[in-house]
């Protein structure tokens, strides 16, 4: 059996791998592997240490080997140098370092976790939420999502996967809703029966030109009318115009003028000192609550976030009516 280190840079929050078993069989005319010392490492088994070194290490017999091809796979991603199998030498580092992300998870384990929702979501939940716009996409692997409510809050903030880039509490539940979404909101205070969140990111390719915001997050909320108008009152901003965040900054909400959509809808910044953190817009309807949010971002995009934060609201409210109506 053979082992390969792979100096790679794996990210401290370490994500899934499913490693699918394949075949092999060594090459002919391949020099025999110096026998390796004993050691309680598993064959093929991918194995990562405390200076972040992957050590693969392949079995042998049919049916082996899927740990090493996912080994050569990982050098091969972090290293401009095509890696050949049959050398156990690592490639000389790039004079640019590179960062491969992947999550290491126990074989049977699933890739995310379960829906904590008490049952199935309305399907149209899902088909409302905005899947692109002009370029920035909603995210392959971590697709949109829908949870019925009643649920466990912790459960269900992991499975959401909050949007938000920001997120600072306050002590006045009232002002920390401003970062937090509605959804964190109808999660604390609305989790019953008949309530149903749906979320989602979407961010634009690296390699797109940046006139575009190269990420935003939608949230739709279904329950209550008199949910629904708690969530949809602006009145509420008043109170907050200037507080202070959890680690002492000052904060601000700012109004932000945008075209009327729904029952009601109102846009706003959350500031940080003199910098905006968040671009949100709130339209509020009989049936649901949607709310777009625009973190700040770098590279920055070409138009301003107020500019864009209206037109990608009309966008997400116009596929929103054609599903729910």
């Not at 999550?103 to 899947?131: F, H, I, M, T, Y």
């Not at 999502?145 to 649920?151: D, K, R, T």
């Not at 992991?158 to 964190?184: D, K, M, T, Y």
Request: glycine share 6%; hydrophobic share 45%.
């Amino acid at each position: 059996m053979k082992f390969t280190r792979c100096a790679v840079v794996v990210s401290a929050a370490l994500c899934l791998l499913a490693v699918a078993a394949c075949g092999g069989m060594p090459r002919a005319g391949t020099p025999a592997a110096i026998p390796a010392p004993a050691d309680s490492t598993p064959a093929d088994s991918i194995v990562v240490d405390k200076d972040q070194v992957l050590t693969c290490r392949e079995g042998e017999g049919e049916g082996q080997g899927s740990a090493q091809a996912l080994c050569d796979a990982i050098a091969a991603a972090a290293s401009p140098e095509p890696v050949s199998r049959a050398s156990a030498r690592p490639s000389p580092a790039p004079s640019v370092e590179q960062v491969f992300e992947a999550e290491v998870l126990k074989k049977g384990r699933p890739l995310s976790p379960a829906n904590p929702g008490s049952g199935p979501g309305d399907p149209r939940l899902r088909q409302a939420l905005l899947v692109d716009y002009r370029g920035v996409h909603e995210s392959i692997t971590k697709p949109g999502v829908v949870v019925a409510l009643p649920a466990v809050e912790g459960r269900a903030v992991q499975f959401i996967s909050p949007p938000q880039a920001v997120e600072l509490f306050h002590a006045s539940p009232v002002c920390r809703r401003w970062n937090e979404g509605a959804w964190r909101v109808v999660l604390r205070d609305f989790n019953q029966r008949g309530v149903q969140i749906a979320a989602t990111r979407l961010r634009a390719a690296a390699d797109e030109p940046s006139d575009r915001p190269a990420e935003f997050s939608e949230t739709i909320v279904t329950g209550p009318a008199s949910m629904l108008s708690a969530l949809g009152d602006p009145a509420a901003m008043a109170s907050c115009r200037k507080f202070f965040s959890a680690f002492g900054r000052s904060m601000s909400v700012r109004p932000i003028p945008v075209p009327p959509l729904g029952t009601r809808s109102w846009a706003f910044r959350v500031m940080e000192g003199k910098s905006v953190t968040q671009w949100v817009e709130v339209v509020r309807t009989p049936r649901y609550v949607l709310e777009v949010r625009i973190p700040n971002q770098w590279p920055r995009p070409r138009t301003d976030p107020a500019v864009l934060l209206p037109r990608i609201a009309a966008a997400a409210y116009a596929r929103a009516e054609a599903a729910l109506t």
